[in-house]
């Protein structure tokens, strides 16, 4: 995958002790491709910063030391306008490495890509000079993050961490991150907080939703529509961790549920190509449907029209291929489409959703447990359709574009956003921004004040 480096504002900032107006905040953020959810994340983290008034540059990396199995889409995603380089234009900054995983590419290979990343990101960070903080999208991008600070004179070294990925973080790497005086790990969920424990204290700063995605989903779980026959349950996840995803336990959950309720539809969506082996596990079931690499228009009108949205990811912290979900942003973006929810038995996607409001928790991974709540739930269509408008009552309370852009700033660069953000914009952003979440970098996020649920929603709707 080619490199870019890509001024994403091109404000400029005079370096510490040469007088004149207050400098802006100056960040590098250093991206590697891992799987739709983590460029969600990155992206929504990208947006608040450039909202918030910081000059930003992102430079996009191979992803040298993601552990193999990891979805990894392409960097120019179908819609959504090439990165761009410097003076406006797209600029390939490295050629290709010849990174690979398992028998892909020999142990030479990868610790030759590794130094070309920390060779190219030590660079970038140079020529930039001051930087407020250089942030690591990625726990991949550890060393290179760590080696390139002291290059660009960067004041602090926040490192994006997730789920799975923490336990896959080779011993070296907890090293750097527990001893480094610069770097600190920021993470989505206090599950995830705690198995960074061993390391350094975590610093929590959860999901944001890109605006022009959240503005999507929610104006599909606003539309009105007419309640089909047959119940709907969707999964969504990168259709190469099919297993890890708990697939074959929903299956086995859904034909309980079918034996008691009659016909149930499932619907499997997610990034592929789907592997061999998931078209032939979904081929024998009754009522399946399988989407592969949905655009995101098609992604939102699934989640609005299901009746309940499964996530089901076993968690396995140990062994040579650790699993687990450190949030769930599909939850989250399930609930803002009006979809009522069920979380896995463990991990951290508690925070996600509001137990026993917006969502429920089987009681264990077994098939058993998850056919009871999927039956329980699917029994009251109805109730579920109120359970769903709650969902995305919540969702959307906190997933407030200014709330997230204060938690950013807070949390990468220890200070309040510059300039604040300008109310009058949130309309814009949601008017102009693309359905795939992308936003023009001179648009600002809205300020719409935080909310929460009245004390009286903190039960399962009743009839």
């Excluded at 007088?19 to 959810?37: D, I, K, S």
């Excluded at 949905?294 to 990811?313: G, I, K, Q, S, V």
């Excluded at 264990?364 to 359709?385: K, Y």
Aim: glycine residues 12%; positive net charge.
């Amino acid at each position: 995958m080619p490199h870019s480096l890509r001024p994403v504002s091109p404000g400029s900032s005079l370096p510490p002790g040469s007088g004149g107006a207050p400098t802006t905040p100056r960040v590098l953020l250093l991206a590697a491709p891992a799987g739709p959810g983590v460029e969600r994340y990155v992206g929504a983290v990208e947006e608040a910063l450039l909202a918030g008034g910081a000059t930003l540059t992102r430079l996009d990396l191979p992803p040298a030391g993601l552990a193999d199995g990891l979805d990894r889409p392409e960097t120019v995603r179908p819609g959504e306008p090439g990165r761009r380089g410097l003076f406006g234009r797209r600029t390939d900054l490295l050629a290709r490495t010849p990174f690979g995983t398992g028998a892909q590419a020999s142990t030479g290979a990868q610790l030759a890509a590794r130094v070309d990343v920390a060779r190219r990101a030590a660079g970038a960070a140079r020529r930039f000079g001051h930087l407020d903080a250089l942030v690591a999208g990625h726990p991949s991008l550890l060393k290179a993050a760590a080696g390139a600070a002291s290059l660009g004179g960067a004041r602090r070294v926040p490192v994006l961490c997730y789920g799975a990925d923490i336990w896959r973080m080779p011993p070296t790497d907890r090293a750097l991150l527990a001893r480094h005086p610069l770097v600190y790990p920021v993470t989505v969920s206090s599950f995830s907080a705690g198995a960074l424990a061993g390391t350094r204290l975590a610093r929590l700063l959860p999901p944001g939703v890109p605006a022009g995605w959240r503005a999507a989903l929610l104006a599909e779980g606003a539309r009105r529509r007419p309640q089909p026959p047959v119940p709907t349950v969707l999964s969504v996840f990168p259709l190469t961790a099919w297993a890890d995803k708990g697939l074959p336990t929903l299956l086995a959950a859904l034909e309980t549920a079918r034996a008691e309720l009659g016909r149930v539809r499932l619907v499997v969506a997610g990034h592929g190509p789907a592997p061999g082996a998931l078209h032939e596990l979904l081929s024998a079931p009754p009522d399946t449907e399988l989407h592969e690499s949905p655009e995101d228009e098609t992604l939102a009108r699934l989640y609005a029209t299901a009746d309940l949205y499964a996530l089901c990811t076993r968690t396995r912290t140990g062994g040579t291929r650790p699993s687990g979900e450190g949030y769930g942003l599909t939850l989250l973006e399930a609930q803002l489409a009006g979809c009522a929810v069920v979380g896995p038995a463990h991990g951290g996607s508690r925070d996600a959703y509001q137990e026993g409001v917006t969502g429920v928790t089987p009681v264990d991974e077994s098939p058993r447990a998850l056919a009871e709540v999927l039956v329980g739930l699917l029994r009251d269509r109805a109730r579920l359709t109120r359970i769903g408008r709650r969902g995305a009552e919540w969702a959307e309370s906190v997933t407030r574009p200014d709330d997230h852009l204060r938690a950013v700033f807070q949390t990468l660069l220890g200070v309040p956003p510059t300039p604040p953000p300008d109310p009058p914009a949130a309309a814009a952003i949601g008017a102009a921004a693309a359905p795939n979440g992308s936003v023009p970098s001179d648009q600002r996020a809205g300020s719409d004040r935080p909310r929460t649920l009245p004390a009286a929603s903190l039960s399962w709707p009743r009839d």
